[in-house]
C-alpha cells in the first residue's frame, strides 16, 4: 500500500460513520420525519417533507450532527402563508426549538442531541423559477444524490475532512471556504479524492467548470463553478483568492509528501503576553490595535464588517506613509482591528505636489494658498509646484484616535467608532489582548499555508 | 508709466554697458583681432578672424568681460593641421594663456582685463557640414547678428538678467538652464522683453519652436527650439524641466507683481549648526549625508556625475522603504549626496512576496526555500506564498555604510565609494556640514521658486 493510501485508510476509519451512528441518524431521521408530516395534516395544503443535507447523501463527517429537514409547499400559496405554515410545522416538531431568520423564517432545534433545520420552501418544476435560496436545495441534493453512490460519498468525506484542515471549509462570510454542495460537486467532477486533488494540485486560476455545460453568465471569481441547476450562479462565488491557493498548496503538498495532519486543524497553544512582546520585539514593527465591544450580530454579518474595516484601517494608514506589514481582524466579547506597522513614526513634515506649474489658474491657485505659510516653499520640482508641509498625522496612534471615523467601515463598527467607544493600544500595549485572543495571536505570530 | 516699464528702466539702467564700457571693448577686440590676423600671416594658409558671442553682438550684460575669437580656418586641412595653427595664433595672441580642451583644443587667456576665448574652427558654406560643434557658432552668429537691432539687444540683455536672477541662465551642466543662443533666439522669436514674457508665461510644456521651420528629427525635451542651423538639433536640449517650469513660474508672477528682486540672484545667509539643526528638528526627518573629497573634475564632468549619484542614492534608499523627502548634492572642496528620509527606522521583518501559488516549479521552489528558515511563514495570501524576512537594512546608516556601492553612482564617485573614502553622517549629525556648505543648506531649507 502506498504512503497515500495509506493515510487514506487512517483518515477514513475517523471520518467514516459507524454503522451505529448511520443507523441511529436514520432512526432519528425518520421520527422527525413522521412529525413533520403529521403536523402537515394539521394544515389544509398539500405539501411533503424531504431531508436534504448531508446526512441525507451519506456525505457528513463521523461526529457531525446536523439533520436538514424541508417542509415543500405548493407554489400557488403566498409567501405570507409559506412562512407562517413553515413555522407553525417547525414549532409542532421542535415545540423547544427557536425561530431563525435567513431569507425567510425557519424553525432551529435539538432533537435526540441532533442539531434539526425544519426550513419551509416551495416544490417547484426547474430550480430557475426559485424565489428564495432555500428553493434550490432540493434541486441541489436531488442532483447529487443521483451521482453520489457509497463509495464516491467515502471520498466527499476525506475531502471535506482536508478542507477542514487546511481551514478551508465552510461558506460563511467569516470563513469565505468551501460549502458542503461544492465539495460534493467536485469530488462528482473529478471522481475519487486522490483524483480530486491531482486535478486541484494543476488548477490556474481563473478555473472553471460547468458541470452541464450550461454557463448563462460570466464571473470573475478565482474559482468558477457553475450550479448545475442554474446557469447564472457561481456555487464556488463566495471563496476567497487566499483559499483557492491554499487549497492548490496543500493539494500539491499531500500528493508529493502525505501527512496525516493536514487533516487536523491547526489549534495552537495560546500566547500569553510576555510571547506576544516577544515577537513585536523580535520582529521590530509597531502594532497597532483598536478595540472594542463585539457587535451583537450573527457571523455572517459581524464578519464582512470587520474584514471591511480592517482594510479600510489598512488603507487610512498607508495613505498617510504608514506601511502595513500585515492585519487582521478576530471577536469574541470584543472586537479588534489588528495592524501591523512597518514604521513607528513619520517626519513632521510632508512632500505635497501641487498641479503643473503652466496650468496657469490652478497652478497660481496652489501657489497663493501656500506662498504665506509657514510651508516650505512653494518650489519648482520637474514641472509642478511642491510644498513640505506640517503632516497631520505622525505616529499611528494619532491616525486610530483622530482620524478612524474618515476611513470605511463597517456600519456597525462606524457607528461605535464614531462614538469613540474603543480604545488604542499601540506598540507592546497590544499584548493585553492575549488573555481574549491568544489562540488568535499565535495564529497571527506563526503564519502557515 | 507703468510699474513693469518703471522697473524694466531702472533694470536697464543696471545692465546697459555704457558708451565708454562699449567703446573700450571694442578698442580691446580691434587690438585682438589685429595681433590675431597677424600670427595668421605667419601660417601659408588662408584663415579670417571673426569676433562671435555676446560682446560680438551688443547683447552683453553690463560688466561681462567675455570675448570669444574664431580663427576660421579653410575645410581642406587636416584636423591635426586646425588645432596646431589654433594654437599656434592662440599662443601668439595670449602669451600668458592656457590651452584648454573642448571637442578640440583651444587658448584662454586674459588680455586687458578681459576674459578671452581663442577658437580654431572650420569656414564651412553649411552649418549642415559642421565637423565640431564650435564650426556652428560663426553660423548662430551670422543668424542673430542679421536679425538683432540696438532695440532688440537691450531685450536680450533684460532677459538674460532675468534668467540670470531666477537661476536658469546658462547651459553648463550643473545649473542646466538657458544658453546665451537660446536666450538671444527667444527674443528674435517673440519680440520685446515684455512680449517674450508674455509668450513664456503661457507656455504648456512640451514647446515647440522651430523658427526656420525646417525640423529634421523629433525631440521629447520639455522645452524645443530647433536650431535654425541645424534642423536636427534643439538648441534647448540641456534645460532642465524645472527650469523650464520655473522660468514659466516667474515670467506669470513678474507680469503679475513686477519686482525688481526677481533680476538679483538669490544669496541667502549660510546657515551655521545651530540653523541647520533647528531645520532638522521642526521638520522631524532623517537626514543623511555621504560626503568625500570632490574628484578633481572639471564642473561640466562633475556635477553629472553628483546628480548622477544623489539620484542613485535616491532610489536604493527607497527600493528598501525609505522614502525620500528631498536630495541634493553640493561641491566644493569637498562634495556631499545629502538625502532627507521621512523614516528614521524600519521594522526589523519585511513582507517578501513569491509566485502565485499554481506556478507550480517557481512556487513551489520559493516554499522550500523558506520552509524550514526563521522567516515567519511561508503563508498564502491572495494567490501568492509571502514571507516575512528579516530585512537587510534597517537604518539609513546602515545602507549608506554597507549597500552604497550596490546603487547607479557617477564612475569617478563610484570608485571613491568602492574604496570607502567616505564619511557617513546621519540626523543632527549634518549640522557639522554648515562649515562649507552654509549658503547651500541655507537655499535648501528654504526653497522657493
Redesign the interface.
Known sequence: MSEFEAVVERVRERVDPTPDERAALAETVERLTDRAREAVTELDVDADVLQVGSTARGTWVAGDRDIDLFVRFPPDISREDLEAYGLQVGNAVLPEGREEYAEHPYVKGVFEGYDVDLVPCYRLDSATDIQSAVDRTPFHNAYLVERLDDNLAGDVRLFKQFLKGVGAYGSDLRTRGFSGYLTELLVVEYGEFRETLEAI?????QVRLDPEDHAAATFDD?LVVVDPTDPERNVAAVVS??N???V??HA?AFLADPDEAVFEPDSPEPLDAAGVREHVE?????PLAVVFDAPDLVDDQLYPQLYRSRDGLVRGLEKR?F?V??AATWADERAVLFAE???????????HEGP???V?GHA?GF?EKYADTDA??????????VV?RERDV?TAREFAEDHLPDVALGAHVESIVERGDYEVLVGERVASLADEFGEELAGY?????
Chains 1, 2 share one sequence.
Open positions: 494540485s494543476e488548477w490556474e486560476p478565482a483568492d487566499t483557492v491557493a491554499r492548490i498548496h500539491r523580535r520582529r521590530g514593527t509597531t506613509g506601511w506589514l500585515r506597522l512597518e514604521v513607528a513614526e513619520l517626519s513632521a513634515v510632508e512632500r503643473p506649474v503652466y496657469s497660481t501657489y516650505y516653499g512653494p518650489f519648482v520640482d520637474g514641472e509642478r509646484y513640505e505622525r505570530f506563526d503564519p502557515s499555508a
